[in-house]
């Protein structure tokens, strides 16, 4: 049986070992946590349709409940060689080796760390947080400021560490404009009184109920959209945020005080892949994310023969388009590895 070495238990890792699985594959998930599923772990429903994240991570964990899947938690990667027969040897962080096949990275993305953007006052001013921070909330079932009010006021701030020179990642991160509406909305929801405005540079709602969500944050739930770029953000006495912001739809500055600051964190690469992909010559883009052969017809496949990309090592995705990149990546490993075989048998 062929053998394939997946590297990453998140959304795509677990999609692709599953589909491999079926397919009859011996497929070996290598995962650093003690648990499967990723950074969709951390979040409490998901847009478009608010489903709960368990839900994901449920069908995702039975998907890999499969004879033919050894996983392997709380380990990592830490060398990874070709043979000299084309097919790879890793050695994982308990020195045990792993033979495959081919190999699969699905190691996802980092979330931006907001303590670069200084000038927000993240770790500064107590009642500035992340979008991760807010979900976590909204999973303890209360949003609460630090000094345990219910805000009556909330502040959204868009493209925080995406579409940012100072940042020096100058893609968008594609998926937060549609969390930014998701939050306003399930915010108006446990809180009905509370304002809500989201400070964007232009929406990009892409996705199939992006729209609708969008629609509905503004005719059901009032939640104001300020088109602008947050200039300052300073604490006041009594813990809110004052806030100065260029609108540039009416072009004129606007000042305000929040009771709470969310940032819309953007997906960064994951650095600490980098010696690993860099000892098998795997390129990168500019941006750091893992480099694609081809951006229509060859999305799952590196520079590297036998090395396989999905999910969001690649680029910014939507948990949706991540499934659908790790069917690709099961379907692209498993066309190349049975033609290989048919090969042999000439
Ligand atoms: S999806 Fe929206 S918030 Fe995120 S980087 Fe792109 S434009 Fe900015």
Not at 19 to 40: F, I, M, N, P, T
Not at 83 to 111: E, M, W
Request: charged fraction near 25%; proline fraction near 3%; aromatic fraction near 8%.
């Amino acid at each position: 049986m062929k053998k394939v070495l997946i590297i990453g238990g998140g959304v795509a890792g677990m999609e692709a070992a599953g589909q491999l699985a079926v397919l009859g594959y011996s497929v070996v998930l290598v995962e650093r946590k003690d648990v499967l599923g990723g950074h969709v772990r951390k979040w409490d429903r998901l847009f478009p349709n608010k489903r709960p994240s368990e839900e994901v991570v449920n069908h995702l964990l039975q998907k890999v409940q499969h004879p033919n899947v050894e996983i392997r938690l709380k380990r990592t990667v830490t060398d990874l060689r070709r043979n000299p027969n084309g097919s790879f040897l890793a050695i994982l962080s308990d020195q045990s080796p792993v033979s495959a096949d081919v190999v699969l990275f699905a190691t996802g993305y980092h979330l931006f760390d907001a303590y670069r953007k200084e000038e927000y006052g993240y770790g500064i001013y107590n009642n500035v947080i992340t979008s991760a921070d807010l979900e976590r909330m909204f999973k303890n079932g209360e949003v609460k400021t630090a000094e345990g009010k219910i805000p009556q006021r909330v502040g959204i701030v868009h493209c925080v560490g995406s579409r940012d020179t100072k940042c020096g990642n100058l893609y968008c991160s594609r998926v937060c404009c549609v969390t930014g509406v998701k939050q306003a909305i399930e915010l108006k929801e446990l809180i009905p009184n509370v304002e809500v405005f989201n400070f964007y540079m232009d929406l990009r709602m892409f996705g199939r109920g992006f729209e609708q969500l969008y629609l509905e944050a503004q005719q059901k739930h009032r939640v104001r959209f300020v088109r602008g770029r947050l200039s300052e953000a300073s604490e006041t006495q009594d813990h809110g945020i004052f806030l100065k912001v260029d609108d540039t739809l009416v072009g004129r500055p606007m000042k305000m005080t929040v009771d709470m600051l969310v940032l819309m964190v953007g997906f960064e690469p994951r650095k600490t892949t980098f010696p690993l992909l860099e000892s098998l010559g795997i390129e990168k883009n500019e941006d750091g994310f893992i480099k694609i052969r081809d951006c229509h017809f060859d999305e799952n496949r590196t520079n590297v023969d036998g090395i396989y990309v999905a999910g969001t090592c690649t680029s910014a995705k939507s948990i949706s388009e991540t499934i659908n990149d790790a069917c690709s990546a099961a379907l692209q490993i498993h066309r190349n590895l049975s033609a290989k075989v048919k090969d042999k048998r000439k």
